[in-house]
Structure formats: structure tokens, C-alpha cells
């Protein structure tokens, strides 16, 4: 490949004959980015930003371009539908260039998705590879934040700094994205003024912005207005031309939406309309904003198929699927390649989930009245080829179905999700016209009026940088940041178990049975289910009130708790956005063919996980098992050979990385297993016991599963054992508090410090105890994770000669303010440590030690790490 040559490369990815847009490759060849990409629809944005990505980080002529295209591409979408849609044509892309160029073969780009209930697993353990990281606002909005939803609390700094630092975000179909817009526009002005570990910038892209919704607090729009590529130059072209100038009939359709048909007679009249205007042998579309109506219309539509010789297809596409679900009916329903010209045709029902992004092109659109923005992405799926009326082909056109404003209470309601202020508008231009195709749309002069929304500040940041939670146990809620606040989800799963079960008293089961054998895994993509909280929770409450429930478990919700290791209710009034929660299969609530219905008779089948998405559920101690037996000495040398690794990995970029810290940090993360609760938990497992029947040696990891029993021995007054249990022990903080007794005056001695006591994310911004945790018999006594004032720690051989010393735990700086000696508290050097570094920098690093434990954990090699 001639590495110059956009045209090639492009053709090459695509597999297409005709070259890309004149946008395309100014958009991957000039030095800088813009802000804005105002490209309408189907005409390849997708292509450009992603091709253009790549072709910027690999191969672009100029080496100044390459370094500084940062290494992950962040793809941001408001829905799951585009986010599937995504990933398959960026594989596709990659893979055709991969049989071309032999680097992309020695050297991938790796494609990720993260959606709910599709956390890629590891892909944020490679932080020096190039990555396409794909995901829903949803997902990715609240990993920025700091507050993943639906993973472990303990990996949100990894998410979080690998989603700051780094990067470019595009941010597509913005329109849909409502207070997710200015959130991305905060974060791209924090990051700016916060700085990053390499370049990090946005880039926008819809053909229906209103770019003064990018103008935040922290993100000004600059006073030339922001800058901007546009389809100017490729307006001449034939292609551009047919779909530019693609008529579509527009027309208001015979019925209303009122609150007199609501409930029975609009889908049924609506159904006879979409049948009448049906023409055979094509696609026709319906677009409805609800899913309940969406799913009433299918249903009368399946009604009158009875009364047909030869109906057409119907199928029902909405975000409120299980995933296999979903995309069964998809790959049925978006192959237009199967609808035949002398068949009877397929009508495809919707939701917003279909109105951006996806390549469908209906000769017949019936949509329901939204905001101006959302009918221009609709007008967008009808005629998409600019094919209709030509060669036989059926003229294109599209009926808008009003819905009744007129009275301001009912309205509220009728007009959901959007308001009726917004549809007003609407009606306004879409009264006046008579054809939507992109010719005539180009006339319109449309701005929106702003709203008033959340918007996250500098301070709030600072805040949601500390993971810790309160001393209820709650977070800071960052849902108001992401969606509008009615529209935030759960995830909900269905499996089956024996709820009557008396020695389990109906609880699910635990992840691995009497042999040790994983048998209730984890929660597969295919399995999960977006469900509202609001309508989670009227679904829930039904559940409780029914008679068959009272005397078993089918009517409680779950939740996996990682830091007690076990299946705790859900109460109806706790759910909180991208909670994961398990029902069981006769619960109900799902039908496959119409997805979420909150119907106690609907009762899924339950869908068995696929072989590589089986997962243990995450518990609060499984960073002590490891794949095979470990000794302490060989783990710390190991983890130091990973991060020195690391280090090499990132080929002498990002040159400011303190390296030398986080090398300091690995030797020294996991010295506190020195302590007697680690020595005494490890000789628990029978690996160790094999091997080290008279607990002599220090183990790094014991090669089984199973949550370790914390406990320090003690005599009693007979001389006889005295266990005393250490819940909730954690060996991280026994490691910085050995480095902060041993080292002071070392380079970056607070930083070393964080770093060891981050590097599992348990402890990170504040040192407390738990409430679960033991206390000692004398209250002056200070305790923390299972850590007692006065415990001994044993000296270690940390390799290549080094020992620690013994250290007597010191818990003075848990309090607030400097201590007897003048000692800044931890609170204190951890708050320095984020303003000195910035929250994003310092994420990084703790980043950085985490990773390399995991390469160090994987690569053990035999129990002496040879």
C-alpha cells in the first residue's frame, strides 16, 4: 500500500470502486481535525471518521500527524441498534485491510464494545494498543465520569483514565443524545484545561447540530465559531447528486394521536392505514416514539395478516430486547436484499431505535410527529438510495401522523418521550411541506430553542474522581449527566433455579457448584435487557402482590454484591441506572417477539451464555487467586518485568509518564501480603498446603478459587488458637503503609504510596473501615480494612537482593489533619496528588501499576515465577 494514498487505502477498506468524498479525504489527510463533521445522511460519516482515524494513526506521510492522532478511537452513539451496526463495518474495514497491509496483521487494531450488558473483556488491559472502542452514551458517558454502569465499582478508574487520556471521541447522531451532548462538550473543555497523557479532542458529527450546544462552561466556542468540514466540495458528484435530489412525497397522515384513541383505536387505525398504503414487493417503515404503542401496532398488524392470503412481513425493532433477540429480527428485517419485487413486501415497525445510522431505505414512511431534528433522521431512512421513481420503482413517500398538543395536561403525556413545545415547533415546518427530500430540507432554517439542562462542573469532577462511597454506601449519582433523568435503565436477565429450594432458602445459586465447577456465570450480552428504572420498578411491585410469589422467591429481583461475594434483593426503590438485576423465568415480563413487556405471563425462555462470554461473578477478594500458585518474591519481579514491558510498549511515546514511580510501585504493591491474615487465608487452599505444608514461605497467589477467611491467630489463656477474623483485609493498604514507614525522602514518595494502594481500586481517596469489618476489644485502637494499629508486618524479599523491613502498622494518617509529628494525612497527599497531576493524569498512573499486576498475575510462569 502506497501509505500516501488515501484513495487506495480507502478503496481497500471498503471494497468499493468509486474513491472516497472529497469530505473523506480532507478530513483524513489535512494536519488538524475540526470540531464539527455536518455531513447528511448516507453519505459515509461512518466511514470517514473511522477510516480517517486510522489512516491518520498508521499511515498518514506526515510522522507529526501519526504521533499525535491519539491511540484510541472513542465511538459514541445514543443506541444499541448503531452501536452493532458500527462494529460490524469497522471489522469489516479492518480486516479488508489487514489482507493488504502486512502491519495491520503484526501490529491489529483491536474493535471493543461496550454497551449494556456487553462489557468487552480486556479491553482495557492493552492501554499502549490502538483501539476502536465502541459504545452507547450510556456506557461510555458514565465510565468518563468515573461511575461505570453495570461493572465493578473497582475498575472505574481503569475506564475512566482510559477514556480521558488518550483519545478521540465522535460523538454521532447528536440529536438523540439531549444532556449527553454537553456532557461531552464538558469533559472535551476539562480535559483541555485538567490535561491528559497524550492528545485528546472531539469531534462531532450530525447533519442536524445546532453547534451553540457545544458552547459550555468550560468548552467556549471560539469567536470564528467552531471549525467545521461540510459536504461543499462533493456536491457535483452524480451519486451526491441522486441522493441530494431524492423526492419524497410528504403528506400529514389521516389520523391523530389524541388521548380519545390512545388506548385501543389509534394502533388499530393505524394499522389499516399502514396495510392500505403498503405497496408490494418494497419496504415500508413505521416510526413510533413510544415502545408500547410500537408494540401494540404489531400486534393489530399481526391481527389483519390473518385475514390475507399473502401478507407481508412485519417485524418489531425497539431497544427494549434481549440482544440475541434482537438481532435475529434485525438480520431478517434490515436484508433488504431478501424483499422481492413480485412478493408481498415487509413492513418493519420502530422505534427511535431505527431513526439514525442504520442503512435502511424504506419506499414508504409513516412517523409519528417528533422534534424537528429526530423527523430530518427519519425523512433519512425513506429513499436512502435516491432509487424510488426511477426504473420502475415505486415513488417514495412519507406520512406524518400528528399528535394532539391542544390541551397542555394531556399533552404532556401524549408527547413523551420528547416535549410539546418541540412538536409544536415540528408541526410548523412540517405543515408547509410537501416534499422531504434533502433538496427541499436544505431551505429550512431550523433552530432549536436551548434548555436548560445538568451540566457537570470542574468541582463535580474533582468529586467523582474519589470512588469511595459515603457512609451509606451510596454514590454520587451521575445518571442527570448522561440522559434525561426519565429515561435511565437497568439491565435484567432471566434464569431459572429453584425458588422453593429450603437449604438455598430460593436464592439463585452460587457461581460454582459442590466440585468447584463455574455453573451460574456471570450475565452474558445475549442475556441482558435495557429496561427503564420506572418501568422496573411498577413491574417489581406488581410482582410482590402476587398470591403464587408469597411462599417462594419468583417475585424478588437480585443483585450480585461483589464485596460480600452473594445475592442480595433488589428492592424496587434501590434500582439505580445500569444495575444489573436477575429474575427469575417465571417472574415473566419478556416476550421474545415484542421484547419488555412488564406482563407477569410473558415468560422468556432463558438463553444459555456462549462459551466464550462465561464469566465469575467479581467478588471483593478474588485478586488473591491467580491462575496457579505463587510465591511473593517471583510475583513482585514479574510485575516489575510487565511494567518495564509496558513501558516499552509505548515506543518511547508519552514521554512525561513518571515511569520510575510506577516501576517503584510494582515492586512493592504487594508486600503486605506479609501480614499473618494474608499468610494465615492462603494456607486455606489446598494448593498451598501442598506445597507449603509448615507455612514457611510467603505466597503471592494461591492458584484457587474461593474467598480467602482473613483471621489472625492468637492464644487464649489455655494456649490453645484464638482466631480473630480480619473481614474485609486488604493487603494494599499493608503494602503502602510498609513503603510510607520504609521510604520516606524517596522521588515521589506520596505518588509511589498511591499507586501501591490503588492498584485494585478498593483503596484509593480515603482511608475508613467498613462496616462489616471487625473491632478491636479496645476502642482506642484504630482499625481500617481489616488492619489493626500495632499489627506486624514480616520483612520481604521483594528480589535481586532488596529486602523490607518489619513494619508496625501505623494508622495515624486515617484521621483528618497532620498528626503528632507534623504528617499530612492520607486525605490530604492523595488531594494534592489529584491537583498536582489533574484527575485524568493520575487515573492514568494508578492505570499504568494495575495492568502490569494483571500481565505480571498471568505470566506467573512455575511457583517460583521461573
Known sequence: MNKSDFDTFFRQATGLDNGPYCYQRKLAEDESLPTLLNIPTGLGKTAAVVLAWLYRRRFHPN????????????????????????????????????????????????????????????????????????????MLLSRALNRGYGMSRYRWPITFSLLNNDCLWIIDETQLMGVGLTTSAQLQGLRAKLNTYGASQSLWMSATLDDEALSTVDHRQPEEGWETLELTDDLGRSNVQQLFEAKKHCQRASLTLSSENIMDKYPVDLAEAILKEHVVGTLTLAVINRVERAQQLFQAIQKHRTTNQNPPEIYLIHSRFRHADRAAVQEMALNEDTIFSDGPGRILISTQAI???????????????????????????????????????????????????????????????YASDELDAARKFMSMLNDAGPKSLQGINYK?????????????????????????????????????????????YWREWDTEAKETKGEPPRARDA????????????????????????????????????????????????????????????????????????????????????????????????????QEPEFYDSDVSGSKPLLLTAHLQNVVCAASLLKEGFKHTLSDIPWQSIITAALWHDVGKAHQAARTAMQDFDTIKALDPLNQQIWAKSGSKGIPNYRIIEKDADGNDKPIKRRGFRHELASALTWLASSNGQPDYNLVAFLIAAHHGKVRGSIRSLPTENKPDDPRVKFARGLWEGDKIEAVDVGDGQMTPEVTVDLSLMELGEDEQGRPSWLARVLKLRDEYGPFRLAYLETLVRIADWHGSNDGGTTDGK
Open 515 to 614: 466440585e468447584g465447577q463455574l455453573f451460574f456465570p456471570s450475565p452474558s450480552r445475549e442475556e441482558l435487557c435495557s429496561v427503564s428504572i420506572g418501568k422496573a420498578k411498577k413491574f417489581l411491585e406488581q410482582l410482590h402482590k402476587r398470591k403464587e410469589v408469597k411462599n417462594n422467591t419468583i417475585g424478588v429481583a437480585w443483585w450480585w454484591n461483589p464485596l460480600d461475594g452473594e445475592w442480595e434483593r433488589v428492592d424496587p426503590y434501590r434500582l439505580r441506572p445500569g444495575m444489573v438485576v436477575l429474575l427469575n423465568v417465571d417472574a415473566g415480563g419478556y416476550d421474545p417477539l415484542l421484547g419488555w413487556t412488564g406482563d407477569t405471563k410473558h415468560k422468556p425462555d432463558p438463553i444459555s451464555p456462549e462459551a466464550d462470554d462465561i
Open 63 to 138: 510522522k507529526t500527524v501519526r504521533e499525535s492522532t491519539p491511540r484510541r478511537l472513542v465511538y459514541c452513539l445514543p443506541m444499541r441498534t448503531l452501536v452493532e451496526q458500527t462494529e460490524r463495518a469497522a471489522c469489516c474495514w479492518i480486516n479488508n485491510l489487514a489482507k493488504q497491509d502486512g502491519s495491520l496483521g503484526k501490529d491489529p487494531v483491536f474493535v471493543h464494545v461496550l454497551m449494556g450488558g456487553a462489557e468487552a473483556i480486556g479491553w482495557d488491559e492493552y492501554p499502549e494498543q490502538d483501539a476502536i472502542v465502541i459504545g452507547t452514551q450510556d
Open 448 to 492: 432549536s430553542e436551548s434548555s436548560i439542562v445538568h451540566t457537570i462542573r470542574r468541582k463535580d469532577l474533582m468529586e467523582l474522581w474519589d470512588t469511595t462511597p459515603d457512609l451509606g454506601g451510596n454514590d454520587l449519582d451521575v445518571s442527570r449527566y448522561i440522559r434525561d433523568t426519565d429515561d435511565t435503565d437497568v439491565q435484567v
Open 355 to 417: 431513526e439514525a445510522g442504520v442503512d435502511v431505505s424504506a419506499t414508504t414512511l409513516f412517523t409519528e410527529l417528533s422534534p424537528w431534528s429526530s423527523m430530518v433522521q427519519r425523512f433519512g431512512r425513506c429513499n436512502r438510495r435516491g432509487k424510488c421513481g426511477k426504473d420502475d420503482c415505486a415513488d417514495a413517500r412519507v406520512f406524518w401522523i400528528d399528535i394532539d398538543t391542544s390541551d397542555s395536561k394531556k399533552a404532556k403525556e401524549l408527547a413523551l418521550p
